[in-house]
């Protein structure tokens, strides 16, 4: 008997083998695939987020200067601002322009590393500062608005 001619087992296992490989392969193809789509979603939620609460605070500022008119008024204001955005924190920078009674907020996330910039107007003075992301309280006290954590 002579078993060298005989080559019915190797096609079966060889089959076998290839196939395992080839699903290896699309399944590792799919799955890169899809981490590239859900780092694109995030991002884009990041940016849509951080944009939404930029506004928000720009038109809590913006009325919070109009409530304020008077120098020897005291205001207070919450805003319930979320804590995260994209599953990760991020930072909210309040700052001036080179233009009279423009300011500028700056929000970014170093999740996904989206910055967001926000523009306003206000009458009144706006002190610059840097805080975390969450509820803050916008103060009027002394001529200027004040941008804090809320305590």
Do not use: K
Not at 3 to 26: E, F, H, K, N, Q
Not at 58 to 69: I, N
Not at 94 to 122: E, M, P
């Amino acid at each position: 008997m002579i078993l060298r001619s005989d080559r019915r087992g190797s096609s079966t296992a060889l089959g076998y083998v290839l196939s395992l490989g080839i699903a290896a392969v699309l399944i590792s193809g799919l799955i890169v695939a899809g981490g590239g789509l859900m780092e694109s979603q995030r991002d884009q939620s990041a940016r849509t987020e951080l944009e939404v609460i930029g506004q928000t605070l720009a038109e809590e500022v913006t009325s919070a200067g109009r409530l304020a008119d008077c120098p020897s008024c005291e205001l207070r204001l919450r805003v319930d601002l979320p804590s995260r955005v994209a599953g990760g924190s991020y930072l909210i920078e309040v700052t001036d322009t080179a233009d009279a009674g423009i300011h500028r907020l700056v929000l970014n996330t170093s999740v996904t590393g989206v910055t967001i910039r926000v523009r306003f107007r206000s009458r009144l003075p706006v002190a610059e500062t840097s805080l975390a992301g969450g509820p803050v309280v916008i103060v009027y006290d002394s001529g200027t608005l004040e941008v804090r954590d809320a305590e």
